[in-house]
């Protein structure tokens, strides 16, 4: 099934998506405080929060050096593992091609829902 990553890896990176998404959470209602989740402001507005380093915590971090020391090769199979689990495709070898096509560059990858997209990928493939 996977030829690149092994399901450690891959479990390693959702959980550290899960606890930047939790941080995110959190700093979301410190910044926006009564937003439940929803931040009535602008793609800009939050991107030059997120460029001032608002939005920075020690999960973003360890989830982007995870993601970062990945090959290329890696980084397209988690990237076909996160268009599995998201539903673009139900099969691996179609999510492949699609990632192969790309750069699978990090700061694409990041910006993903990682912890819902690749638990998905792994039950899909039967290996969660």
Known sequence: ????????????????????????????????????????????????????????SAERARLERLVSALSLDARRELMALMLLGRGDTNSLETAMSIAKSSHAAVHYLLTKPLEKHLPAALNKLGLA
């Open 1 to 56: 099934m996977l030829s690149v990553l092994t399901v450690s890896e891959v479990l390693a990176i959702a959980e550290a998506a899960i606890a930047r998404a939790r941080d995110q959470r959190a700093m979301d209602e410190y910044l926006y405080p009564g937003s439940d989740g929803f931040l009535p402001l602008t793609p800009a507005q939050i991107a030059a929060d997120a460029a001032a380093g608002r939005f920075d």
